[in-house]
T-cell receptor
């Protein structure tokens, strides 16, 4: 079983839709959770990170963490064609560790 | 955000040759750099962590004699794939952070697509 599971998609939605992207994990030691956006042939770009359960909002993006269920989500409101990319979840253990464990990424396409 | 530049963006090499990939932090001092590998439709996998002036720490299963990492300065780390084979074809990505930054503040380069023929 992978430590982090993420549906690879592809996910296709119309412009303006609310997008829900999700990851599940099995390692209880994960303490911080991140979402990256990766455009084709580019490196990942950090979108959001959180250290605790609950919701964190930044503009059109909301990150949600449920540690009891080992489940994290990223919601994108009013999705735009420019949001079309691959979204990667990543997680790390506490204690200042460097290692991030990534999901496989979900490919999102927002259509006009 | 901070800029991390990776070069080249893509490279094709013959089997058995070596390839060097550079990762530079352009506007900050990168005390720690990370090298990842990403196969199609798979996760980014951490290969090694390097701290400036020290030997790199390799993840389990990564051959340190095949993937040579040099982090000789605070702005440059290099990954050399020695005696490359077609199975080494992948997308290699570096990330870098400064001494005060948390891992959440590591910035990624744009990646290098290596094709070994």
């Amino acid at each position: 079983q992978k430590e982090v599971e993420q549906d690879p998609g592809p996910l296709s939605v119309p412009e303006g839709a609310i997008v829900s992207l999700n990851c599940t994990y099995s390692n209880s030691a994960f303490q911080y959770f991140m979402w990256y956006r990766q455009y084709s042939r580019k490196g990942p770009e950090l979108l959001m990170y959180t250290y605790s359960s609950g919701n964190k909002e930044d503009g059109r993006f909301t990150a949600q963490v449920d540690k009891s269920s080992k489940y994290i989500s990223l919601f994108i409101r009013d999705s735009q064609p420019s949001d079309s990319a691959t979204y990667l979840c990543a997680m790390g253990e506490g204690g200042g560790g460097n290692k991030l464990t990534f999901g496989t990424g979900t490919q999102l396409k927002v259509e006009l | 955000g901070a800029v991390v530049s990776q070069h080249p963006s893509w490279v094709i090499c013959k089997s058995g040759t070596s390839v060097k990939i550079e990762c530079r932090s352009l506007d900050f001092q990168a005390t720690t750099m990370f090298w990842y590998r990403q196969f199609p439709k798979q996760s980014l996998m951490l290969m090694a962590t390097s701290n400036e002036g020290s030997k790199a720490t390799y993840e389990q299963g990564v051959e340190k004699d095949k993937f040579l990492i040099n982090h000789a300065s605070l702005t440059l780390s290099t990954l050399t794939v020695t005696s490359a084979h077609p199975e080494d074809s992948s997308f290699y990505i570096c990330s870098a952070r400064d001494g005060t930054g948390r891992v959440t503040e590591a910035f990624f380069g744009q990646g290098t697509r290596l094709t070994v023929v």
